[in-house]
């Protein structure tokens, strides 16, 4: 779980998804990796608050979310988690999504929630949209949500495709999708709520400069 001062949704968040692995997973048989961008707000106290066994913090200074999700796979990599889980931490996802991903889990190296259904806005449906259809144009993808905070990663593969993708790419979960959608991947449906308090990192009237930015970046992603 990346997070970038989410003082407010924090606690909420990863209680509620606590309680969802381990109901499926089984209470002694996962980890929860959060990787800190630089939280500048109360998020770093919250967190040490927290004292659970199985909560584990990186830290790092901002390099953006994208980049922070790189560390989490290549971090997963280095304790010996077979499966890694990416999930945000502004309580989008709904995890009463989560088992029917984890029952595909030998079905496929990736296994991504689709956001079927969304509410968090038209605007925010629209821009999906937009960049599901240039995506699937430019780069013949089959993928249908590319940047879905929601996917189940074998370690492994996540970890060699993280390692792949240039310091400087900044949508980097669209990278992931692209350079391991070769070897195979299920997207299943999730609902996707608002967030929970806070504000999103990106604004609106920002995803028009990132849109060109990527579509850069994939240029010279390779295949």
């Not at 608050?49 to 901002?62: D, F, I, K, M, S």
């Not at 010996?80 to 945000?88: C, E, K, S, T």
Request: charged letters at 25%; a positive charge.
């Amino acid at each position: 779980m990346p997070v970038y001062n989410e003082e407010e949704a924090i606690v909420p968040v990863l209680t509620e998804w606590r309680g969802e692995l381990a109901q499926t997973i089984g209470a002694d048989r996962f980890a929860i990796l959060v990787v800190d961008d630089g939280s500048t707000d109360q998020t770093p106290a919250r967190l040490a608050a927290l004292g659970w066994p199985e909560l584990r913090v990186h830290r790092h200074t901002n390099r953006g979310h994208g980049q922070s999700c790189l560390v989490g796979y290549i971090e997963a990599e280095k304790m010996g988690a077979p499966l890694v889980f990416q999930i945000d931490s502004d309580g989008q996802c709904d995890p009463a999504g989560f088992a029917a991903v984890w029952a595909r889990r030998a079905d496929a190296v990736a296994v991504y929630g689709r956001r079927t259904s969304r509410d968090d806005g038209a605007a925010r449906r629209f821009i999906s949209a937009v960049l599901r259809a240039s995506l699937k144009l430019v780069r013949g993808t089959r993928l249908n949500d590319t940047n879905v905070p929601f996917r189940l990663y074998r370690t492994p593969a996540a970890a060699a495709a993280a390692r792949r993708v240039p310091a400087d790419f900044n949508l980097a979960n669209i990278a992931m999708a692209l350079l391991l959608e070769p070897q195979g991947f299920i997207e299943l449906p999730i609902h996707f709520r608002d967030r929970v308090g806070g504000q999103p990192a990106v604004r609106l009237w920002g995803f028009a400069p990132k849109a060109l930015r990527l579509h850069r970046d994939v240029f010279r992603l390779g295949r």
